[in-house]
């Protein structure tokens, strides 16, 4: 393989890798304000399932992309508001709300599908999010392939983790949010409103999660197809506990795992002997080794998935 | 099981049935004639029963793997990747050993597929014991593990020669699970179901260390101090909270499908959380509740065949039976609240009549 060859394998897989990342980073990056309050959401699969459709859906029937994604939303902090009902107010476990979530979002998806656009049939075109042309950038050898010929979302995805690491780390509003995860009722006692964090929280996650979703039916690809999340929602989860519960982490977590799957498709692509299987393996494995101390300690907010009862 | 405890799961079922009924009229079918043809298609048939029972299988084994962690204060996530590498076990012993007579063929297979998913669960108790890691968290991410693994198994070390398909090579008559009524799907894996459930109520409220581990589940603090090892209790219950997962995985192959293949479990694990979760983790519960959700798989074909409703609407009302069971502390409190109002009423006639 020549020189240029290389290079522009090489740039092509870190544009596939970016792309494959960026609905795991999106839902990881909103799980780390909900598992930073204390809410265990395993549902966040099925909201980025729901995200997927409802981005689709809406698109088909607005006829734009951004007015779609202003849906998508919407929908997310609903589906947020419902499960922090649920599992603070309600009290419910937190887990098996999550499964139930997951459940809803096949049910619910595969059968709009079907209503909205039939059986067996190709799927509708719709305004989806394509690449930008930056002038300049995008033309650039090697890194232009590799970091600028992404959609707009993407790089507001990525706009996103210093933003929200900020908010976490720096602001009073992410102390406050810290305190409910780790002592609720020491925050309580301090004046913060535990219930109120923990919706605000819920939701801005199921947000995230669900734009999450939107990006792999309107960026990555341009239709939804039933139970297309397959999964991302477990390593986006898997790449919160991975990246340690911090936004540039979990930045770190889903490029890594998206890079797995990256090589995985290579592999079956290219008919090679290694087996993809085992790559798309890894990020659960590294995730177990990191939750048992091999890859640096991984330790969460202390006060996880318990409902807080005011006394 | 005492009266006011049934009482919330029953509303739950006819509250999400009800649920169900207005997103199929939404959708412009016609739900009436959905739910009959959906109890038509599960019981109105001796092939509608026996598939019915022969769905529930699976599901009876995930829901008492997930009632009994639960039972000592585990969750156990676990029963799908539990069920795969039973599957895994049952099969390599089912297929890859030399010819020996049925008994002994059925009873080495079983109790591999036991074993496969009982040391997968014994990894996230050791996990949690060793490192502290929680079981939700581990039992999740085995699952995958777990699952890639078997497609990589089935694409590989044991695809079916050429290797045109990825699956195992087809398991020997002498290994398949007998029918229990011929010419039905109904096999021997729903008569190791029940014997199960009688295991598991046996053991909870008939031995020492069933004693103990209700004992943890309620309050652990008391456990330790009445000089239970809790640690130890761990690996048992995950162990045999695997192994109950990874009969699931094996019935289902051995009785029904007779070779490996990837994904070969549509979510009986996860479904087995909802099933015990309905069945309020008692063993006649958990098996009525995996004969509804079996009722709702083998009659939505039916359903779906009739009245054109998707089979996808089961989903929707699962999730929804299991929220509204979930969240039963909303009706307790709503309940509460009619008493209440119910007394102050009361207390109002009162004061108008003096």
């Keep these: 393989m020549s020189l240029s060859n290389l290079a522009s394998t090489l740039s092509s897989f870190i544009n596939t890798d970016i792309q494959t990342a960026m609905p795991i980073m999106l839902a990881a990056t909103g799980m780390v304000f909900s598992e930073r309050a204390g809410l265990v959401n395993i549902g966040i699969e099925g909201v980025m399932l729901m995200g997927a459709f409802t981005g689709v859906a809406a698109s088909f029937l607005l006829g734009s992309a951004w007015l779609s994604l202003l849906v998508v939303i919407i929908i997310g902090g609903i589906l947020g508001l419902f499960f922090t009902f649920l ?36 799927p509708p075109k719709i305004e989806s999010f394509t690449p930008l042309h930056i002038p ?37 509003a992410g102390l406050n949010l810290r305190a409910v995860g780790e002592h609720p009722r020491a925050a309580d006692t301090v004046g913060i409103n535990v219930i109120k964090v923990r919706y605000i929280a819920g939701m801005v996650s199921c947000m995230f999660g669900a734009v999450g979703g939107a990006y ?4 990555q690809l341009n239709f939804f197809t039933e139970n297309m999340t397959a999964g991302r929602g477990f390593i986006a989860l898997a790449a919160v506990i991975f990246g340690k519960w911090s936004p540039w982490g979990v930045l770190g977590a889903a490029l890594l795992f998206g890079a797995g799957n990256a090589v995985s498709y290579l592999i079956q692509a290219s008919n090679s002997q290694i087996p993809g299987q085992l790559v798309l393996m890894v990020p659960y494995v590294l995730t177990l080794a990191a939750l048992a101390g091999f890859v640096g300690r991984a330790v969460g907010p202390a006060a996880s998935g318990k409902p807080y009862i005011k006394e | 099981m005492k009266f006011k405890n049934i009482v919330i799961p029953v509303v739950a079922i006819a509250v999400a049935l009800i649920f169900g009924a207005i997103i199929i009229a939404v959708m412009g079918l016609d739900p009436l004639l959905a739910y009959e043809s959906l109890v038509q298609g599960a019981f109105g048939s001796v092939y509608g029963v026996t598939t019915t029972l022969a769905k529930a299988t699976p599901l009876i084994f995930t829901g008492l793997s997930f009632a009994l962690a639960k039972k000592t204060g585990l969750l156990n996530i676990g029963a799908e990747g539990q069920l795969y590498m039973g599957g895994l076990c049952s099969v390599l012993v089912a297929a890859y050993l030399p010819p020996m007579p049925m008994i002994l063929h059925l009873s080495l297979e079983i109790l591999a597929g036991f074993t496969g998913g009982g040391l997968w669960g014994l990894l996230a108790g050791w996990l949690k014991v060793r490192f502290g890691s929680s079981e939700i968290i581990t039992t999740v991410m085995l699952n995958y593990t777990a699952m890639f693994f078997i497609a990589y198994m089935v694409n590989g070390p044991i695809i079916e020669p050429p290797g045109n398909l990825p699956q195992s090579k087809p398991i020997p008559p002498s290994a398949i699970f007998p029918s229990l009524i011929p010419n039905t799907q109904l096999h021997l894996g729903f008569a190791i179901a029940i014997l199960m459930a009688v295991f598991y109520y046996i053991f909870l409220w008939h031995t020492r260390k069933g004693y103990e581990a209700r004992v943890v589940g309620l309050n652990p603090e008391a456990a330790t101090y009445a000089g239970m090892n809790k640690n130890r209790l761990v690996f048992l219950i995950m162990f045999l909270a695997g192994g109950l997962g990874g009969l699931a995985g ?72 299991i929220m509204f069971v979930a969240a039963e502390y909303l009706f307790r409190r709503f309940g509460g609240f009619k008493q209440r109002a119910a007394k102050l009423l009361k207390g109002a006639g009162k004061h108008e009549s003096v």
């Design chain 1, 87 to 122: 599992v603070e107010t309600a009290r419910a476990d937190q887990v098996v709300i999550g499964m139930a979530f997951n459940l809803l979002g096949l049910g619910l998806t595969t059968m709009l599908n079907r209503a909205l656009f039939g059986m067996n049939t190709a």
């Design chain 1, 136 to 172: 300049v950038l995008s033309d650039l050898p090697f890194i232009g392939t590799a970091f600028f010929q992404h959609s707009s979302l993407t790089y507001i995805a990525f706009v996103l983790i210093p933003l929200v690491g900020f908010i976490v780390f720096k602001t009073n």
């Design chain 1, 216 to 219: 792999l039916s309107m960026s």
């Design chain 2, 250 to 321: 094996s019935s289902e192959i051995l009785g029904i499908q007779h070779r490996l293949f990837q994904a070969f479990s549509p979510g009986y694990g996860y479904d087995g959380i909802a099933v015990a979760l309905l069945g309020l983790n008692s063993p006649i519960g958990t098996v009525l509740a995996a004969i509804l959700f079996g009722a709702l798989r083998s009659g939505g074909d039916m359903m779906q065949m009739v009245a054109h409703v998707p089979l996808a609407i089961i989903y929707v009302i699962q999730a929804l039976v």
